[in-house]
């Protein structure tokens, strides 16, 4: 089976992730492929649209194969990860940019490297069924694949709150957070594509667009501002421990079954990725902090403990956000030499010609 479907429809090119029992998650080779075939469609002129889609009921894309990840992280030196990064957030920018609408259906689960594959897209479609997540922190990862850039964009301190719990949430709140652009209803996507191969996505999107159903993070939105706009994550649990609202200490107790260092590394991804600015800058630091995670031992543990044996009970080390020290935080943030990302030039703009 092939793990990454290509097509085309009148004037629409399609890309179908194809491996639903995974969840369609991401290999190094389905990213180049898709590479390819960007360079393909961006200069030919009878393809105005390009789609992306996920094969199966349950959704886009569930994230990377952190299997693979897991297993060169245990067993390799960590360079096939590094290789499939370095190929996957060049993917990222380059979404980010293509010149052409590019038209992602986040219909069902989208996380973390779906989120890649997506919401950097200039037409971001959800629907009641949706499910976005960055929930990088419960494996003793960080949020990569420009996520840092989206979640710093968002307003106020939601993408905080977002990047730190891996909270999921549906169609209203991605739209409010700045991860998704309009709603339909699952039912009308098939109709939404078919337009597609003869409409401009404008007036395909007439036909089909409607208004968002609400969803829970406005009306939560007072404290999670002053919660997670805390420098540091003790203060940000002791305010919401403080708060007096279950779900503030609901969400504080999430929080402490996280990996610690995920947390704190993660809190300064952010604040980072605001002053960084464009996305090209943000996917060098998240390479850096990737890279650094390899040989870390909390990317291993957490993806044992949630993937492999499935036991939910990962052992942290260090075991505390007490233990994890400032010194531990900047090693992640340390440049990697002749081995950095280089995908931005001397003003921060995408310095790749594609």
């Known amino acids: 089976m092939t793990d990454v479907l290509f097509a085309r429809a009148g004037r629409a090119a399609h890309i179908t992730l194809n491996r639903p029992k995974a969840l369609n998650a991401l290999t190094h080779a389905m990213v180049r492929r898709i590479d390819e075939a960007l360079t393909g469609w961006e200069h030919d002129p009878a393809v105005e649209t390009v789609v992306i889609s996920g094969a199966g009921e349950r959704g886009l894309c569930a994230g990377g194969d952190i299997r693979a990840i897991h297993d060169d992280a245990r067993d390799g030196d960590g360079t ?29 689960i989208v996380m973390g490297g779906g989120v890649g594959v997506s919401a950097h897209g200039s037409v971001r479609i959800v629907t009641e069924r949706s499910r976005v997540a960055m929930p990088e ?11 840092t850039h989206l979640l710093a964009l968002a307003p106020g301190e939601l993408g905080t709150h977002l990047a730190l719990t891996g909270a999921q949430i549906g169609a209203g709140d991605s739209v409010l957070c700045g991860l998704a652009d309009h709603y339909l209803p699952s039912t009308s996507l098939r109709h939404f594509v078919d337009d597609l191969a003869d409409l401009p996505v404008r007036q395909a999107l007439d036909r089909h667009v409607r208004p968002a159903p609400e969803g829970e993070l406005a009306g939560r939105r007072e404290w999670i501002d002053s919660c997670f706009a805390s420098d540091t994550v003790e203060e ?80 942290w080390s260090p075991a505390t956000l007490a233990e994890v020290t400032g010194a531990d935080v900047e090693r992640f943030f340390t440049s990697l030499g002749e081995r950095e990302l280089g995908l931005a030039g001397p003003d921060g703009a995408e310095e790749v010609a594609w």
């Open 80 to 108: 096939a990860s590094a290789a499939f990064w370095r190929d996957e957030y060049h993917l990222n920018a380059r979404i980010a940019r293509f010149p052409k609408p590019y038209v992602a259906l986040m219909d069902g």
């Open 236 to 315: 940000i649990i002791g305010r919401l421990l403080a708060q007096g609202d279950p779900a503030a200490k609901e969400t504080a107790e999430t929080l402490l079954a996280k990996s610690p260092t995920s947390l704190k590394v993660t809190l300064a991804a952010l604040r980072r990725a605001r002053r960084l600015g464009s996305l090209e800058r943000v996917l060098e630091q998240e390479y850096r902090v990737s890279c650094a995670a390899l040989t870390a031992p909390d990317l291993v543990e957490g993806i044992r403990a949630q993937v492999i044996d499935k036991d939910r009970n990962p052992r």
């Open 137 to 147: 922190t419960g494996i003793g990862f960080v949020p990569d694949v420009g996520g």
